[in-house]
Every structure is written in structure tokens, then in C-alpha cells.
């Protein structure tokens, strides 16, 4: 019913910047909590980032203060800004809808994309 597709990852220094962009298609709603994940090789998918229908937002402690989540309701994207990036950020990042209150949870979110990589370079 909802498609989701990310774009904007690539290999970046350390330190560097990368906006990644997830666009809906199908039976979207903008009532919907969007919601960043990432996992590296080896390890769990962890919880990044979310924005809910009122705008009001969520960080990993990892993330805060680096990276920013917007969404366009007009163009139906969810962005999200990383900038001061580490090494430790390296992995598969996923972008995910829940369409029925916030979670940190990537159980509770029944939409995803297929995944883009972001590689950080010592």
C-alpha cells in the first residue's frame, strides 16, 4: 500500500555531510510518524531518528546535534540531514513509516524502503 524509496547515500570523510531523502508513494498518509533506522554489518537495526504529524521530532543520543529530520508533506519526502559525520555512522540507513503513534521500535513500523548505503571514511 506504501512505497517508500531512499536516495542520497554514498561514501563520505569523516566529518563530512550527506542529506538522505525517502519518497512515498501509494496510500500515504500524513498522519503517519516517519522514522529513520540504520544497521551495520553484524548488528541490529537501531533507531536513528522520527518525525511525527505534528512536526514534533526524536533523536538516537548517538545522532543529536548532527543530524536533522524534516519532512514535505507537498512533495510527500522525508529528509534527513547528517552533518559532522563519523565513522561509526557506516551502515545501511532505512527509512520507515508507523500509522499510529512514535516509536523507537523498528517492530512497530510496518512500511520500509529498500535501504541506502552510507559509508564514512576515517
Known amino acids: 500500500q506504501v512505497h517508500l524509496v531512499e536516495s542520497g547515500g554514498g561514501l563520505v570523510r569523516a566529518g563530512g555531510s550527506l542529506r538522505l531523502a525517502c519518497a512515498a508513494s501509494?496510500?500515504?498518509?500524513?498522519?503517519?510518524?516517519a522514522a529513520w533506522f540504520r544497521q551495520a554489518p553484524g548488528k541490529e537495526r537501531i533507531f536513528v531518528a522520527r518525525?511525527?504529524?505534528?512536526?514534533?521530532?526524536a533523536y538516537a543520543d548517538s545522532v543529536k546535534g548532527r543530524f536533522t529530520i524534516s519532512r514535505d508533506y507537498a512533495k510527500n519526502t522525508v529528509s534527513l540531514q547528517m552533518s559532522g559525520l563519523k565513522p561509526e555512522d557506516t551502515a545501511v540507513y532505512y527509512c520507515?513509516?508507523?500509522?499510529?503513534?512514535?516509536?523507537?521500535?523498528?517492530?512497530?513500523?510496518?512500511?520500509w524502503g529498500q535501504g541506502t548505503q552510507v559509508t564514512v571514511s576515517s
Open positions: 501509494g496510500r500515504t498518509n500524513s498522519g503517519t510518524t
Open positions: 520507515a513509516q508507523h500509522p499510529y503513534g512514535d516509536s523507537n521500535s523498528a517492530l512497530d513500523y510496518i512500511y
Open positions: 518525525i511525527n504529524w505534528s512536526g514534533f521530532t
